[in-house]
């Protein structure tokens, strides 16, 4: 499509009421981080999870210039050449950008977008979300820790946004450095005092989504996406036309203040478990929220 190799896992629902369903994914995740939410979703839901170019099997890249909105117009033609003329859509990390976009772009397609977020979104604000004028000064000291702690963690991110083909000569060379590039990522993000990445997700599960990267070398093509998304000056975009859902995991007070100050997010959920990767860490829970939400959309 348009050049590039897509992959895309695709399961149909034997309810042929079912709605269409997208599921789109970031970094540094494929679609095995779905592997048991599908069977949560499949008796309401056809379940589509396109691999982003560079990711997984969508690889090689064909070239230069595969960020956001040209992805969110691949993922509109999968579901074209799919025969879902409208659908839902579902995301996480780099997936919600995708998901919005799809709402913002192609409204008289989606039913209903659904984000999986988590508090670090706070240590987006002031960068993709305007700082909010009606805080107080705890509440701006207690954002501005986070957003520290987001900071401190994103040093994968400087170098896949500006120095992609550094880090990729090193992913590509040595699988105990993608093991370890990824590995840190389940050992920094999700909630709870774990020690070690496999006490947070499915040890099994986890391994097969980093091997998946290192036997596709897709550790370099994925950094080469970001690289594409950080440069292309493309904006966050959320359609406020379509309805829209929410689910905060390891969530913190200040998380809709800052992130929905006018409450225009139809069906905000926030959870204390889970944290940046919900379909691996709480699939039930997940996939519960996305079953409530779009059973509201008439």
């Known amino acids: 499509m348009d050049g590039q190799t897509f992959h895309l896992v695709h399961v149909r629902s034997a309810n042929p009421a079912a709605t269409p369903l997208l599921l789109n994914h970031g970094w540094p995740g494929s679609f095995v981080e779905y592997q048991r939410l599908v069977p949560l979703l499949t008796e309401e839901f056809h379940v589509v999870i396109p691999s982003p170019p560079g990711f997984g099997f969508s690889t090689p890249l064909s070239g230069t210039g595969w960020e956001l909105a040209r992805t969110t117009d691949a993922c509109a ?10 659908f839902g859509a579902h995301g996480t990390d780099m997936g919600s950008g995708i998901t919005g976009r799809l709402a913002a772009v192609y409204p008289e397609r989606v039913i209903g977008t659904h984000i999986g977020a988590d508090h670090r979104w706070l240590g987006l604000v002031g960068d993709e979300f ?7 000064d705890d509440e701006i000291a207690q954002l501005a820790a986070v957003r520290t702690e987001a900071a401190a963690d994103r040093g994968y991110l400087a170098m896949q946004n500006h120095r992609p ?22 050992k920094t993000r999700p909630v709870g005092d774990h020690r070690t990445p ?35 000056d493309l904006d966050l975009l959320m359609a406020s036309g ?24 139809g069906q905000w959920s926030e959870f204390t478990e889970g944290g940046h990767f919900p379909a691996m860490e709480e699939p039930e829970l997940l996939a519960d929220d996305i079953r409530a939400f779009f059973r509201r959309i008439p």
């Open 77 to 86: 033609e999968i579901m074209t050449r799919l025969g879902y003329p409208r």
């Open 130 to 136: 305007p700082l909010p004028d009606s805080l107080s």
């Open 165 to 186: 083909d550094t880090i990729g000569a090193a992913l590509t060379d040595s699988p105990v450095g993608q093991l370890a590039w990824i590995a840190e990522q389940f």
């Open 198 to 232: 496999d006490q947070s997700v499915d040890r099994d599960q986890l391994l097969t989504n980093i091997s998946l990267y290192w036997f596709t070398r897709s550790g370099a093509s994925s950094a080469q996406f970001y690289y594409e998304c950080k440069h292309s």
């Open 242 to 265: 379509v309805p829209s859902g929410w689910a905060v995991f390891d969530t913190h007070p200040l998380i809709r203040r800052v992130l929905d100050p006018g409450q225009a997010i």
